[in-house]
């Protein structure tokens, strides 16, 4: 795997892995995304060279706000967080595994033992693990913390 977050590029491959290119297309970068923006309309999902349509929530208060939706052929996939660290990885609803990445282009990853992950499972998941990082606060946490900044 491949990252550049000053590019905005995130490329994996390998032995037996479909090509994933995840790029930015324009735009100055934020400093909260590691490929440097969440606007779907800024970015090029392409898979083995082939467009794959991605929808990209803003990422706001609660953690379903920072998921990740691919469509690829006939398979959805939906990256979303699931606690502070790790975000889930689902094709077509079931789950996959968990993928960590704190935002350095290193994904970790543990699949389910009844999972059938596939090589373009691992290939788009890391992509988008690495281009937008994994997990998320509480809204609690994130409430709490809103609060306390009203307050000081």
Known sequence: MEFDPVAGAVTVSGDGLPHVELRRTGGEADAHTPVGTRAADRLALTVDGEPAALAVAKGRLTRRSYRVDVRCGDARYRLVPDSLAGSRLLRDGRRLGTLMCDGDGRVDAEWR???????????????????????????????TEIVADLLN
């Open 113 to 143: 033992d009844n999972a059938k992950v596939l090589a373009l499972d691992v290939s788009v998941g890391y992509a988008l693990a690495a281009a937008f990082g994994t997990g998320a606060q509480p809204m609690w946490m994130t409430a």
